[in-house]
């Protein structure tokens, strides 16, 4: 395999016609919103299945780039019929689960890693920030340890995530510190973000954030950095108990951690709107797992899992990978059904999500 660049007259988008057969010689007319999406002779780089000489041909076409991005598609036609079949259904029946950190967030920022959502906090007591530096140091080496069974794992983790909120207790963190920690930080999120939300609340489908760290920074960096809330977001995550005075006095419900954090946890989350202010939410529990087709968006291998404990119909997963791109590259095509690679925007996943509510 080997990249070429090539001269493309247009990329259809990711929707119903975008694999259609006509290699086969069946040639269907293109209803007339299909022209709005045409791209019309850009450069984009395609990754080479064998003989690059038919490049026109689509089924040669393995990874097209799109605004940017390299795109990845490991089975177009498998693809194919899996947004055939959500479009079937319908909106009503979809839900999308999102990883927040270097998912929804980006990879670098400003030519530098990006912080995630639990490694900004500074919580405003050196000594407390230094004795979390030493827990991560000891058991993160144990997270990515491919020896450990899942399950001894799995307890190592909850005694990690345990350990480090009682220290956030006991070095007397505030919700200023958490507001302060939000506003220096470095995190940012993907181009396109907020278009998907306002497309997908305009269609009525939910958005569950599944993260493995906490809930009120989430919401922290949502309000800071986009401004606004969704009616259709939801948070899954270790949520704060604050006093009055804004200290942290405990943590709601069962902890939640990286090998966790998925539907079996949702009962313990609250909606994200209640704190900021919006009323009429459209995330219920009960209706969310009622929906039994999937979007799926993560940044490891392990997000696949966010989807246990929903007997889904129909599941499209969507990984970015951010780094260690050659490396990864085939273990992420056989895992996801799209991947997009060297910290991509979001907008191939806006395109995507279109076609999925569009009846």
């Known amino acids: 395999m080997r990249w070429q660049r090539v001269r493309v007259l247009y990329l259809l988008p990711l929707m119903s016609y975008t694999f259609f ?4 010689g069946i040639f269907k007319p293109l209803p007339p919103f299909i022209f709005s999406h045409l791209k019309f002779r850009n450069t984009y780089r395609v990754w080479c299945s064998g003989d690059c000489k038919n490049i026109n041909q689509p089924e040669n076409m393995e990874q097209v780039v799109a605004d940017g991005a390299e795109v990845m598609v490991g089975d177009p036609e498998l693809l194919q019929t899996k947004i055939s079949n959500i479009r079937l259904d319908g909106p009503a029946m979809l839900q999308v689960i999102a990883d927040f950190d270097a998912t929804l967030t980006k990879y670098w920022v400003e030519g530098q890693r990006g912080h995630s959502s639990h490694g900004l906090l ?4 050196p000594e407390y920030d230094a004795k979390r530096q030493k827990l991560y140091e000891y058991y993160h080496p144990l997270e990515i340890d491919p020896t450990i069974p899942i399950d001894e794992k799995a307890k190592l983790m909850e005694e990690w995530w345990e350990k480090t909120h009682g220290l956030l207790i006991e070095g007397g963190l505030t919700y200023g510190a958490i507001k302060s920690s939000v506003a220096n930080s470095r995190i940012a999120f993907r181009d396109g973000v907020i278009e998907l939300f306002e497309l997908l609340e305009k269609s009525n489908v939910p958005v569950l954030i599944f993260s493995a760290g906490l809930a009120d920074i989430i919401e922290e960096v949502l309000r800071q950095k986009l401004h606004r809330s969704f009616k259709n977001v939801k948070i899954v995550s270790n949520r704060m108990v604050f006093d009055q005075n804004g200290n942290l006095v405990s943590f709601k419900g069962k902890t939640i951690h990286v090998l966790n954090k998925n539907e079996h946890a949702i009962d313990m989350a609250a909606p994200v709107h209640d704190q900021l202010g ?13 929906r039994t087709n999937v979007l799926l968006l993560g940044d490891h291998i392990g997000d696949l899992g966010m989807s246990d404990g929903l007997n889904y119909k129909t599941r499209i997963s969507v990984g970015f990978l951010n780094d260690n791109v050659e490396i990864s590259r085939d273990s992420y095509r056989k895992s996801f059904d ?15 999500a279109s076609q999925l509510c569009s009846m």
Do not use: E, F
């Open 21 to 24: 057969p006509i290699w086969t």
């Open 278 to 290: 919006d009323v009429n939410g459209l995330v219920d529990d009960a209706s969310v797992k009622l």
């Open 122 to 125: 500074q919580q405003g007591n």
């Open 338 to 352: 799209v991947v997009y690679t060297n910290d991509a925007s979001m907008r191939g996943v806006v395109k995507l």
